[in-house]
């Protein structure tokens, strides 16, 4: 049998090499028998609950039947389970287990990962990404007891139901939905082939806005992409933006919990520039106040927001399960990742690429700018911050003497800055004086090592990359 290891919120593999039906069912079991136990556990936030799991799908390969057998198990171990009967953004499942009582629930996806890949993603019990303990207490379970064999005499364990609708109606909640609904916005939506398609459509339907889906085909090879809201993803769905323009083009990951955007006429906007973008709304039109917690790979930009504006800051190592805890604390405002992962106290702990668009045409509505005209007064009060990332091939087994070698032999400037602090806590991160910053970070999934770099100028980023590329080599 395929050894099993789960990653930072449950369990990535290639499809029909490690990802099988058999495995998919091993792991199944294995969580079943996981929640059973912590049921039974008096210190376990789930004590005492009903047997009730919420499981959802993406658009992927076979994605469909890997939840039809992840649904059996359930029941077949004596779970009341909710499928969802097509394809469902992840934040819909999210929010479903926390407002449905649910003890726990599975998105079968990979989100932005390659074609190949399909992931079992765990969401626990408050509605966000289930955390390294969870994740390891499934694992002790593998392999304890065999999957059932059928579920028996009880097919009315599994109960299918549109998760989407509350979803919908809570995230309209969240923003002045009125506001929207007239201002007349042309809204494009690149879904990147993902589950989102369709999504603003009728977020947006009745109302005075225009909305037009982009690579929206359902297509398990995602266009030739990964599906995943980076800049050099948006070759397909700028030149329809430049042949038709709108105001914004809002762009999903493959499971629709990731944000990114274009401006109107196709020109790629950064995932740091959308964060920036978002807490400068959420504290200047909105009025909110609070804690902000940015993953440390996050834009310097945030840094200068929440000095100028005496919010707190909170930094935390990368991966959202990090800042979920953080906005489940009292006086949290908003959390957001370098990956397009935002999330905002009041919801759900989890990142959500839906409500983030919502949020981000609220502000167009309400300042009836341009969005590269609010990014360009963002930069005049608070300097340029101009970012990028390269991901390179890099073997799995070289990268713990990479890490080591960074951190023990680091540049002695970066550009003309000198080296102010080395960042060890998830790869290496090298910070100037002056904010540049350079880091390497391995992925979590992949063989890929990932070199991100934040500079006043485009070009100044491009020799960053060029030296961490450099530093590769050496």
Not at 84 to 96: G, L, W
Not at 352 to 373: I, Q
């Amino acid at each position: 049998m395929s050894r099993i290891k789960f990653g930072t919120d449950g369990w990535r593999a290639v499809i029909a090499e490690d990802f099988t039906f058999a495995n998919v069912a091993r792991v199944a079991q294995a969580t079943a028998g996981f929640w059973q136990s912590e049921i039974r556990n008096p210190k376990s936030g789930i004590f005492g609950r009903a047997p009730k799991v919420v499981v959802g799908y993406d658009r992927r390969f076979l994605s469909d039947r890997f939840a039809q057998i992840t649904a059996g198990v359930f029941a077949g171990n004596g779970f009341q389970v909710i499928l969802t009967p097509e394809p469902t953004p992840t934040p819909s499942v999210s929010f479903a287990v926390k407002h449905l009582g649910a003890v726990g629930g599975v998105m079968i996806t990979a989100s932005h990962n390659p074609p190949i890949f399909n992931g079992f993603k765990l969401k626990s019990h408050f509605g966000g990404s289930s955390g390294p303990e969870e994740c390891q207490g499934v694992e002790s379970f593998l392999d304890t007891s065999a999957p059932p064999l059928a579920i028996g005499n009880r097919p009315s364990a599994i109960s299918v139901q549109d998760l989407r609708p509350a979803h919908f109606a809570a995230i309209k909640k969240l923003v002045n939905f009125k506001l929207i609904a007239k201002s007349k916005l042309r809204v494009a939506h690149d879904a990147l082939f993902g589950v989102g398609a369709g999504v603003f459509e009728t977020l947006l339907a009745r109302t005075s806005c225009r909305v037009t889906t982009l690579n929206g085909a359902h297509d398990v090879l995602f266009g030739g992409i990964s599906p995943e809201p980076l800049p050099k993803n948006y070759v397909l769905g700028g030149r329809q933006l430049r042949r038709h323009p709108h105001d914004i083009c809002l762009v999903t990951d493959g499971d629709a919990d990731r944000i990114g955007a274009m401006d109107g006429r196709g020109r790629s906007m950064t995932n740091q520039q959308v964060i920036a973008l978002l807490l400068h709304h959420l504290v200047r039109n909105r009025g909110g106040g609070g804690v902000v917690t940015k993953t440390f790979n996050t834009t310097a930009m945030v840094d200068k927001m929440c000095a100028a504006w005496n919010l707190p800051l909170t930094e935390v190592g990368i991966g959202f399960r990090f800042i979920a805890p953080e906005l489940m604390k009292p006086g949290a405002l908003f959390g957001a990742e370098e990956s397009g992962s935002v999330g905002f106290a009041g919801h759900i702990p989890e990142r959500d690429g839906l409500a983030a668009g919502l949020f981000l045409l609220e502000m167009l509505a309400l300042e009836k700018k341009s969005v590269n005209r609010i990014y360009a007064n963002l930069e005049k009060e608070f300097g340029p911050h101009r970012y990028a990332r390269y991901d390179a091939h890099y073997p799995l087994e070289k990268r713990a003497g990479l890490m080591a070698s960074l951190q023990a032999r680091p540049p002695g400037k970066l550009l003309r800055s000198s080296l102010a602090q080395v960042d060890a806590r998830d790869g290496v991160k090298f910070v100037a004086a002056d904010s540049t910053w350079l880091m390497l970070r391995g992925s979590g999934t992949e063989p890929v090592l990932r070199i991100y770099a934040e500079a006043r100028s485009d070009a100044e980023v491009q020799k960053l990359l060029q030296l961490g590329r450099s530093l590769l080599a050496n």
